[in-house]
């Protein structure tokens, strides 16, 4: 069984950093490309990064680049998102993704991050 | 504001039938067949409905279709049940350095 477990979400002060890791088991973690998606309270999905199979190729939405780091660790089928400078816009409940086709095929339940002083 | 267009409501009746759109441009959804659909239901995850625009995931009832049409893609809910209701977002390959579009999501309501 497909499983994604996030972690490392909890509340940070503005101007703040955190670690989110997202933990894979019940596939071949290394050859699918992961994405982070994150949801703000009452708000729609909106897409953060993505990285290829092998970490070689990053990706950020406008609104984290500068400020956030995807990355992975294969051989502990982990994937992470290095956040900081984090602002009130930033709090979200944050998933990560497997990608399949084009497509976010599982999900994990998501960890939320607040960002309050 | 969201890179795609989604109206922000849908409704329809149980057994009836109701489509959502997504309007991108010719950078994402006009350009390439990597649309896919998603459900989510208050407090949970999302959940995969549609890839490729039409194709559907193994155990998605085929009350649920997706198509294409330029700029433009849509969500068909045919035969419409209780626990259809849900928000549905719309995402899209972009070729651009960010690589993916979302809409804003549409609430769908089931009267």
């Known amino acids: 069984e497909v499983q994604l477990v996030e972690s490392g979400g909890g509340l940070v002060q503005p101007g703040g950093s955190l670690r989110l890791s997202c933990g894979a088991s019940?596939?071949?973690?290394?050859?699918?490309?992961m994405h982070w998606v994150r949801q703000a309270p009452g708000k729609g999905l909106e897409y953060v990064s993505a990285?290829?199979?092998?970490?070689?190729?990053?990706y950020y939405a406008n609104s984290v680049k500068g400020r956030f780091t995807i990355s992975r660790d294969n051989s502990k089928n982990t994937l992470f998102l290095q956040m900081g400078s984090l602002g009130a816009e930033d709090m979200a409940v944050y998933y990560c993704?497997?990608?399949?086709?084009?497509?976010?095929?599982?999900w994990g339940q998501g960890t939320l991050v607040t960002v309050s002083s | 504001q969201s890179a795609l267009t989604q109206p922000p409501s849908a409704s329809g009746s149980p057994g009836q039938s109701v489509t959502i759109s997504c309007t991108g441009t010719?950078?994402?959804?006009?350009?390439?067949?990597?649309v896919s659909w998603y459900q989510q239901h208050p407090g949970k995850a999302p959940k995969l409905m549609i890839y490729?625009?039409?194709k559907r995931p193994s155990g998605v009832p085929d009350r649920f279709s997706g198509s294409k049409s330029g700029n433009t893609a849509s969500l068909t809910v045919s035969g419409l049940q209780a626990e259809d209701e849900a928000d549905y977002y719309c995402?899209?390959?972009?070729?651009?350095?960010?690589?993916?579009?979302f809409g804003g999501g549409t609430k769908l309501t089931v009267l």
């Open positions: 010719s950078s994402d959804v006009g350009g390439y067949n990597y």
């Open positions: 490729e625009v039409s």
């Open positions: 995402v899209s390959y972009a070729d651009n350095n960010i690589l993916r579009v």
């Open positions: 993704a497997r990608v399949y086709h084009y497509a976010y095929e599982y």
């Open positions: 019940g596939f071949t973690f290394s050859i699918y490309p």
């Open positions: 990285i290829t199979s092998d970490g070689g190729s990053t």
